[in-house]
């Protein structure tokens, strides 16, 4: 069975500090994973996807996340947070043909002080 | 703008009413989503089209709700005899069909919210 779990539903970090949110996933096939982003009253917004090329994935806004098998985790990470960082993040794994399959982790709200 | 549209944005209904949803995915997607998210929650998959073709359902889909995509362009949803848990935001996504079987991400519309009173 395929599942994902987001271990923070809320995260709260300062103004120019890292960020980790943190996702562990179960699949028994090989997944491609997605981190979106959601900002109030805006749809869903793609940040990074890995699909088995590099273990290492860049996305927008300085975002990153690493797939990590032998974990089965890809957490999203970093280097230093933005006020506008603040947003609900969703960790997503995709399978099937093309990858019409999916769920969606339950989300991690991450607040930025200043 | 060549996004995924959702209408209407917000749609109050009294339970037991019918609604109906409308998408409009990006044009040159063959694929099209719905998903329900409630509040606190990641998004639900309820059910995909290839085309005009429905693919698959969520066992979530019961036999109040149903979805369209008559000539493979917009969809509809609808939901009959609505009840006060089927409150909720409805996502509609788009997505291009898969080149080399690497899994493409879906775009996102801005859904619809429901609030059934």
């Known amino acids: 069975a395929q599942s994902v779990t987001q271990l923070d539903s809320h995260v709260s970090v300062s103004e120019g500090t890292p960020v980790l949110l943190r996702c562990n996933y179960s699949?028994?096939?090989?997944?491609?994973l997605f981190w979106y982003v959601q900002h109030p009253n805006k749809g869903l917004q793609l940040l990074l996807k890995?699909?088995?090329?590099a273990t290492l994935v860049k996305g927008i806004n300085g975002f990153e996340a690493e797939f990590k098998k032998s974990e089965t985790s890809f957490h999203l990470t970093k280097p230093s947070a933005h006020m506008s960082d603040a947003a609900e993040y969703f960790c997503?794994?995709?399978w099937g043909t093309g990858g019409f399959k999916t769920i969606f982790g339950a989300g991690t709200r991450l607040f930025v002080k200043a | 703008d060549t996004g995924v549209s959702q209408d209407p944005r917000h749609k109050i209904t009294k339970r037991g009413q019918n609604v109906t949803f409308r998408c409009d995915p990006i044009?040159?997607?063959?694929?099209l989503y719905w998903y329900r998210q409630t509040l606190g929650q990641g998004p639900e998959f309820l059910t995909y089209f290839q085309n005009e073709a429905q693919l698959e359902k969520s066992r979530l889909l019961s036999d109040r709700f149903s979805a369209e995509r008559p000539k493979g362009s917009f969809s509809t949803l609808e939901i009959q005899r609505t009840e006060q848990g089927d409150s909720a935001m409805y996502l509609c996504?788009?997505?291009?069909?898969?080149?080399?079987?690497?899994?493409?991400?879906?775009?996102f519309g801005q859904g619809t919210r429901l609030t059934v009173v």
């Open positions: 997503v794994v995709t």
């Open positions: 699949s028994s096939y090989s997944p491609s």
């Open positions: 044009s040159e997607h063959n694929r």
């Open positions: 996504a788009s997505s291009p069909v898969p080149v080399a079987a690497t899994n493409t991400e879906a775009f």
């Open positions: 890995y699909t088995s090329a």
